[in-house]
């Protein structure tokens, strides 16, 4: 996927405002406007790093004469101990923008260390792993980019790039077949193109939806893997299939070993610690 650095600079300078405001008062107060320094993204525990290319664009955007050089890319291992990258230059502007990186670092690097472990889990299957929408609200871009540098794959990114039907849309259409007939026709009036996926809570909503046909993928909701196992020799070949409610790491070889194409974990994105990073004056 191709990044869109209109949205990546948007977010950076709203981040930038939140955070500095009128001035960064304390290093304007005690740190001469002249003064020079460098300072070294230290490791502090292992995982994966997520976030490089984005804190280098950070420093680019607030301070182009910062001089960045990078020792470990995104998608790399890291050990407690390693540097990361050096940045020098003005020590106003360091210290003005080292919050904001160590923030989107240390999150970025805890959703694609989670990520990669999971994805790990399940590489001798067909399966992808897929991250939800379970993002925080004005970051999902940079949290959906740390799951792709993690080795696992972006679900829609928004409300607005995929028809998702899930239980409560059911509900409220008055039935699956209701739901997915007023889908069609609404993709018809208004000439979009988009992919349709339709959730079921259990075997008589599977049977009604592949009667009443019509969608790309079909998610299976809190189903046991034996019951996915089942679900799957009735869902025709061309229907895409996913895993979705309560997966943990525990049980995901388990769901991932059923056959069906795509699994998705909210917890990649909703839960996750973020990795210790440190960024230290040398």
């Not at 990258?85 to 210290?95: M, P």
């Not at 871009?141 to 995929?162: F, P, Q, S, T």
Request: glycine share 6%; proline share 2%.
């Amino acid at each position: 996927m191709q990044l869109n650095y209109e949205i990546i600079d948007h977010i950076i300078h709203e981040a930038l405002h939140e955070d500095i405001g009128d001035g960064d008062h304390t290093s304007l107060a005690t740190i001469t406007v002249d003064a020079q320094g460098k300072a070294k993204l230290l490791v502090k525990e292992n995982g994966i790093v997520a976030g490089v290319e984005l804190a280098q664009r950070i420093f680019a955007l607030y301070d182009p004469n910062l001089q960045v050089e990078v020792f470990i890319q995104d998608g790399s291992p890291i050990q407690k101990g390693d540097i990361v990258l050096t940045v020098a230059g003005s020590s106003q502007s360091i210290l003005a923008t080292e919050r904001l990186m160590l923030n989107f670092m240390q999150r970025m690097s805890g959703i694609a260390t989670k990520a990669r472990f999971l994805a790990d889990k399940i590489s001798h299957t067909n399966c992808r792993l897929l991250d939800t929408r379970k993002t925080t609200p004005n970051i999902r871009y940079m949290e959906k980019w740390a799951v792709r540098i993690g080795g696992a794959y972006n679900h829609r990114y928004a409300l607005y790039d995929m028809i998702m039907i899930k239980d409560n849309h059911v509900d409220y259409a008055g039935g699956i077949k209701k739901a997915i007939e007023a889908t069609h026709r609404y993709l018809k009036e208004n000439n979009l193109d988009l992919k349709i996926e339709l959730e079921v809570r259990n075997f008589d909503e599977l049977k009604e939806a592949i009667a009443v046909g019509g969608m790309d993928r079909i998610m299976l909701d809190n189903f046991t893997p034996e019951n996915i196992k089942e679900a799957l020799k009735l869902i025709p070949e061309n229907i895409e299939t996913e895993a979705s409610g309560g997966i943990t790491e525990e049980t995901i070889v388990a769901y991932a070993e059923t056959g069906v194409d795509f699994i998705s974990v909210g917890a990649l994105t909703h839960s996750i610690m973020s990795l210790d990073l440190s960024l230290k004056a040398v």
